[in-house]
């Protein structure tokens, strides 16, 4: 499968501060890919240069084949993290000329953008001024703007944030219909919930560096299964089963799945009379692999946001 | 190239409409009305204050036989000279008294506000006065006394009068005139415009749209539609005045004055006006385009753009003192210096007839345009864009300045 986007040893410094530093990256055609990472990790930056908007100190990229990204403009649907319209003009023109900014013609910008409205509900709004529109509305006439011309590729930075639950929702629905045309999406974000959902592949950026780049699966794979067990006796010969060195918190242990796998635990939790009386085998989520794979100093400068959403999902 | 163009008529569509729909518009149209309100008032009340300043009263202190000759001779020459052209005149007590007057005294007397006095007679007169105001008057009062020592018997003859636009002798002084009159509107017009131009980056970058043009299309179609979205606003805003004065004069004015015509005549003066409007507009325009992409804030765009304005003026000034010195080395550098050179040659316009100057003044002015602009794109691109270097391949940096990104699928 080709890349919609590759990067080989791309370097991009801020007087003197590298806030991409050496990032090789592949992103296949057709996938719904996250960039995770906290504020400041250098997603944006990262973004801007794979896009062309900056140009990169160092290093080699290609957007859908072009070392010229600007160049494929047309078949590229850009939604920046600060979102910017012009308050006068109204939605139906904003989305009119965002698609004409990529090739398209005003006047079938202008029927495709009524299209696009009346869709996500918001037929009312065609001919209303941008200022007049709540902020979720216009930013939902941007992303809009964002998809008109029919994009190969759609990449959003932050697109969730300053949604609430409602649009969040309307955005991740959005983007996997656009996956399902074979658009390939790319969105950056510091809420790994939402990566979590949608996702096939993600990379974790920190620093300016690609700590991961794979599989959702893979990242999570990286993580053995969390055992989660409750005994009424603290000793016996069923504790040659669990790892080495875990201490019990009162009659509870918490411990990785052994790689010898599921069967000779219960065995020997019930052979050696442990007196099973709770077991439960968690599969890792992508905030476990991402504190994994980023660190626990990247995930706890995450915050509370990624705390929050998660809450909200699960 | 096409894909620039095709990209920068789209910014600039939106630019242009934006604009002739708001409300800056309307202020645009009435602006030339500010300054000329306030020069109209400022010279009618500066004529108003000159007048008075300027209007002496001579005291006649002479028999009551010359004193009367001498009032029908100003009366007389005051309506064929017009009556500015001499002092007022006051008829002292002491003309008919018996006792002689003392002049120095009268004039010390602030009461009687004189400026001169006349005593003794009219073939023999006196004149005391400060020495500037006996300078300044004695030529106009003894015009006056021979006057009336003819008796006002002076016949003066009806003069048959018969108007033409220019003649041979006025012709260069009228033409330094037109041109001069050009370089100013050019000034004030471009000026006006390259302000706005600025303007209106400074709010792009504000509301952040700036990002999604960045990302969807070369930065040389952002700076070109913008500057041409001003040009077109600019001639729109033009062809309004043209229209307004026209409609007005028909209505009010009756026939235009007779104007001296330029060396190259009005309809190739006008077209070349409007071209060096443009070349002027799209340097400064470019520049100041420039001074955006090097500032991050607007207080930033306004420290920067003030030198660049004064610079500017005196540019304009430049240009202005070159007009007299046609084919002086000055004007010649004036003609060739890329910022004076359509005030230097609009003025040249004005007064020779040579017109291929014109065409080598424009490509050049053309030339330098492109250059400040492409000079402006880089400077935003890494100084608002905080773009690189574009890598480490060998030519980037040439093909960045002198080259086109191409664009298109």
């Given amino acids: 499968m080709a890349n919609a986007i590759e990067a080989r040893g791309l370097v991009k410094e801020f007087d003197g501060f590298r806030a991409v530093d050496g990032v090789d990256i592949a992103i296949p055609e057709g996938s719904i890919y996250g960039i995770l990472g906290p504020n400041g990790a250098g997603k944006t930056t990262m973004l801007r240069t794979l896009l062309g908007i900056i140009d990169p100190d160092d290093g080699e990229r290609y957007l859908l084949g072009s070392d010229n990204p600007l160049s494929q403009s047309r078949l590229v649907g850009y939604l920046p993290e600060e979102r910017g319209l012009y308050q006068s003009m109204r939605a139906v023109d904003t989305i009119a000329f965002m698609g004409a900014l990529r090739g398209l013609p005003l006047k079938e910008g202008r029927e495709k953008g009524r299209e696009l409205l009346e869709n996500a509900g918001l037929g009312h709004a065609a001919d209303k001024q941008i200022k007049q529109l709540s902020k979720g509305m216009a930013q939902t006439v941007q992303l809009m703007g964002t998809i008109v011309h029919n994009p190969r590729l759609i990449v959003l930075d932050e697109p969730f944030s300053g949604l609430d639950a409602l649009n969040q929702a309307k955005l991740e629905r959005m983007i996997r219909a656009q996956a399902e045309r074979g658009v390939t999406v790319i969105f950056s974000t510091h809420v790994i919930a939402h990566a979590e959902r949608l996702c096939e592949s993600i990379a974790i950026i920190a620093q300016g560096k690609i700590s991961f780049d794979g599989l959702v699966k893979t990242a999570r794979d990286r993580l053995r299964p969390q055992v989660h067990l409750e005994t009424e006796t603290s000793d016996g010969p069923w504790r040659k089963a669990l790892p080495g060195g875990i201490e019990a918190e009162g009659n509870w242990w918490h411990f990785e799945l052994p790689e010898s796998g599921v069967e000779p635990l219960l065995t020997a939790l019930v052979e050696g009379k442990a007196g099973v009386r709770s077991l439960s085998i968690e599969r890792p989520g992508l905030h476990d692999a991402f504190v994994a794979i980023a660190g626990e100093t990247v995930a706890a400068e995450m915050g509370e946001g990624s705390e929050i959403e998660a809450g909200e999902i699960l | ?409």
């Fill in chain 2, 1 to 409: 190239m096409i894909e620039v163009l095709r990209a920068a008529y789209v910014i600039g569509r939106r630019d242009y409409m934006a604009i002739i729909m708001s409300k800056a518009f309307i202020f645009f149209l009435l602006g030339p009305l500010f300054p000329l309100i306030v020069g109209v008032a400022a010279g009618l009340l500066g004529g108003s204050v000159a007048e008075d300043a300027d209007r002496p009263v001579v005291g006649i202190a002479l028999s009551a036989q010359d004193a009367d000759l001498l009032v029908a001779a100003r009366e007389k020459l005051g309506t064929q000279l017009g009556d500015r052209t001499f002092p007022e005149i006051k008829l002292l007590a002491t003309s008919a008294g018996s006792e002689p007057l003392n002049a120095k005294n009268f004039l010390k007397d602030k009461e009687e506000g004189l400026t001169l006095i006349l005593t003794g007679s009219l073939d023999n007169p006196k004149l005391t006065g400060t020495a500037g105001a006996l300078a300044r008057w004695q030529g106009e009062i003894g015009l006056l006394l021979g006057h009336a020592l003819q008796g006002n018997s002076v016949k003066i003859p009806t003069i048959m009068q018969e108007t033409i636009a220019e003649s041979s002798g006025d012709s260069k002084k009228a033409r330094v005139a037109t041109g001069q009159i050009a370089q100013v509107l050019l000034f004030m017009l471009t000026t006006l415009l390259a302000g706005m131009v600025l303007s209106n980056l400074v709010e792009e970058k504000s509301n952040k749209i700036i990002e999604i043009l960045a990302a969807s299309i070369p930065m040389d179609s952002v700076f070109l539609g913008k500057l041409f979205a001003m040009l077109a606003m600019a001639l729109t805003g033009v062809l309004v005045w043209v229209t307004v004065g026209v409609t007005g004069f028909m209505i009010w004015g009756g026939d235009l004055p007779p104007l001296p015509e330029p060396a190259i005549g009005w309809p190739l003066f006008f077209t070349l006006g409007a071209l060096y409007f443009a070349m002027a507009y799209l340097m400064l325009g470019s520049l100041f385009l420039g001074i955006g992409a090097m500032a991050a804030t607007v207080r930033e765009v306004q420290t920067l753009s003030m030198p660049v304005t004064m610079a500017q003026l005196m540019v304009f000034f430049f240009a202005m003192y070159t007009v007299t010195k046609l084919g002086q080395p000055i004007e010649q550098a004036a003609a060739i210096f890329p910022f004076s050179s359509p005030f230097a040659m609009i003025a040249r316009a004005a007064q020779v007839e040579t017109l291929w100057h014109h065409g080598v003044a424009i490509f050049g002015q053309i030339m330098f345009a492109i250059l400040t602009l492409r000079i402006s794109v880089v400077l935003f691109r890494r100084n608002v864009m905080k773009s690189g270097s574009g890598g480490k391949k060998e030519g980037v940096q040439r093909r960045k300045l002198f080259g086109v990104i191409p664009v298109g699928r």
